[in-house]
């Protein structure tokens, strides 16, 4: 046996000496979702509603984790919940818009949040009009529409990235979600910004 082959049979046989790395994280059980929810609900969030165009018209619902990503390509992050219709209509047409709600909009943040309401019941009311061929709310505190760079799954969710292509921003105060309740920020009112 040449010495190479004998150094191959040598290691195969002999134990590991350091054995593989293990992540403890994914091996421990973890706290129980009731727990983490709990956390989740200390988060501080403005709160918004993502629109996006469906084949028999607007798409709609309210997300409280939405986040900057990049000013340079300037990038959105929104995470969407699996298995709704607005996601489906986010990957089919790859647009949506974001809009981070005034304090006096918790009627339309609990509208369209409800299981049961209809995307017709949703945008009933609400002046709407087409950017890039997406639904924009008029009234908003602030709206962006982004062409979708990206939808990766975790978990229950999707994380969505998405391209700012069009924005507008208000004036005034946003609509907050905290502790599984609405609030609002005090102190004086900010000036728009364009």
């Known amino acids: 046996m040449s010495a190479r082959l ?4 040598d290691r ?4 590991a000496e350091h054995p593989p790395a293990t992540d403890p994280l994914r091996e421990e059980p973890g706290p129980g979702a009731a727990r983490c929810l ?16 469906g084949e028999d018209g607007p798409l709609g619902m309210t997300v409280s984790a939405v986040t900057s990503l990049s000013a340079r390509p300037p990038l959105l992050l929104a995470c969407l919940r699996d298995g709704s219709r607005t996601l489906a209509a986010v990957r089919a047409h790859r647009a949506f818009a974001v809009h981070l709600l ?12 409800s299981p049961t309401t209809t995307a017709v019941e949703r945008f009933a009311g609400t002046g709407t009009r087409h950017v890039l061929g997406v639904p924009v709310l008029d009234g908003s505190l602030a709206w962006s529409v982004c062409l ?17 292509a069009a924005v507008h921003v208000g004036g005034g105060r946003p609509l907050l979600w905290h502790d599984r309740r609405f609030g609002a920020l005090t102190g004086p ?6």
Request: hydrophobic content about 45%.
């Open 38 to 53: 709990g956390l989740y609900a200390k988060l501080a969030a403005g709160v918004t509603v993502v629109t996006a165009r």
């Open 6 to 9: 004998r150094l191959v049979a």
């Open 102 to 113: 005034r304090e006096d909009q918790q009627d339309l943040a609990t509208r369209f949040a």
């Open 148 to 164: 979708t760079e990206d939808v990766r799954r975790y978990g229950d969710h999707h994380l969505v990235v998405g391209r700012v």
């Open 189 to 194: 009112v900010p000036d728009a910004a364009g």
């Open 12 to 15: 195969a046989a002999a134990p």
